[in-house]
């Protein structure tokens, strides 16, 4: 009965996009008929867990605490275990999260 609770929590990442209504302009290492279970969306790598989605967020000109959260896509996946990132660029990204 645990396993049915745990199972709510997952989703796939192409249903999740689509039901939120968001466009993706270029699904990158996912073939078309591939798909991806993810349990939670985070945008900080720092409280990512295994099966996060992990968002890039830019906040660079924040004055509090500025930061380029495309810089930890390596981190998010490799010490945080994400499985999957969504940012509005692919410069530096792709090449961080494959060496990941």
């Not at 409280?47 to 605490?65: H, K, R, T």
Request: glycine share 8%.
């Amino acid at each position: 009965e645990m396993d049915d609770e745990e199972d709510e929590n997952v989703g796939l990442l192409r249903d999740t996009f689509e039901a939120a209504n968001i466009d993706v302009i270029k699904w990158i290492d996912l073939d078309e008929e591939e798909d991806v279970e993810i349990s939670g969306i985070v945008s900080d790598a720092r409280y990512a867990i295994p099966g996060d989605l992990f968002v890039c967020v830019d906040n660079s000109s924040d004055e509090q605490d500025p930061h380029d959260g495309h810089e930890d896509v390596g981190d998010a996946i490799t010490l945080r275990g994400a499985v999957a990132v969504v940012s509005e660029r692919e410069d530096g990204v792709a090449e961080n999260a494959n060496g990941a």
